[in-house]
T-cell receptor, first 115, second 114 residues
Framework: EAGVAQSPRYKIIEKRQSVAFWCNPISGHATLYWYQQILGQGPKLLIQFQNNGVVDDSQLPKDRFSAERLKGVDSTLKIQPAKLEDSAVYLC?????????????FGPGTRLTVL | AQSVTQPDIHITVSEGASLELRCNYSYGATPYLFWYVQSPGQGLQLLLKYFSGDTLVQGIKGFEAEFKRSQSSFNLRKPSVHWSDAAEYFCAVGDNNAGNMLTFGGGTRLMVKP
């Protein structure tokens, strides 16, 4: 069974530029999550999708971050414009559904460096 | 709001020695608790989870954890550490009223001496 795929694995941009990350969850998983992991910290949930709908985006900085999952499968997270403090690893995870006992499977992440 | 504290940022143990990583949580009801491991450049892998029932849970790679409600703790243990266990370990609490949303602790980095 293929795991959660993410691309690119690494990205370096200058502040005020835009960047997009892509995630393809495990086949059949209805719930998809984006986390931000700043160096030295635990992951912080940014947004949770159930199929193509947003369940929770309360911690997403909506002035610069956006995410979509138009067909309920893969997802894109965008930052526009990027700030220095956005430097982090962006992790995508998926689960079969959003019940609390469902294991979340994580992708390898995209490491973003903003200069 | 729920929270997780991992008091030890770094821990170094000798190979073959026992290991205990501490985790304290704050949550209003019975929590769902998890331990994840993250190796360099890798995503997080679930080691074990507690939802209910037996307070001592067994996980993969020889790890176990014990839920202690009175101490609001969920410490991770392993009787004999291997060099391959060197990684970062994260404790997390799930909000069972909010659909599988996890709050993670800050992590403990484990180093293993030969």
């Amino acid at each position: 069974e293929a795991g959660v795929a993410q691309s690119p694995r690494y990205k370096i941009i200058e502040k005020r530029q835009s960047v997009a990350f892509w995630c393809n969850p495990i086949s059949g998983h209805a719930t998809l999550y984006w986390y931000q992991q700043i160096l030295g910290q635990g992951p912080k949930l940014l947004i949770q999708f159930q199929n193509n709908g947003v369940v929770d985006d309360s911690q997403l900085p909506k002035d610069r971050f956006s995410a979509e999952r138009l067909k309920g499968v893969d997802s894109t997270l965008k930052i526009q414009p990027a700030k220095l403090e956005d430097s982090a690893v962006y992790l995508c995870a998926s689960s079969f559904h959003r019940a609390s006992n469902n294991e979340q499977f994580f992708g390898p992440g995209t490491r973003l460096t903003v200069l | 709001a729920q929270s997780v504290t991992q008091p030890d940022i770094h821990i170094t143990v000798s190979e073959g020695a026992s290991l205990e990583l501490r985790c304290n949580y704050s949550y209003g009801a019975t929590p769902y608790l998890f331990w994840y491991v993250q190796s360099p450049g890798q995503g997080l892998q679930l080691l074990l989870k507690y939802f209910s029932g037996d307070t001592l849970v067994q996980g993969i790679k020889g790890f176990e954890a014990e839920f202690k409600r009175s101490q609001s703790s969920f410490n991770l243990r392993k009787p004999s550490v291997h060099w391959s266990d060197a990684a970062e370990y994260f404790c997390a609490v799930g909000d069972n009223n909010a659909g599988n949303m996890l709050t993670f602790g800050g992590g403990t980095r484990l180093m293993v001496k030969p």
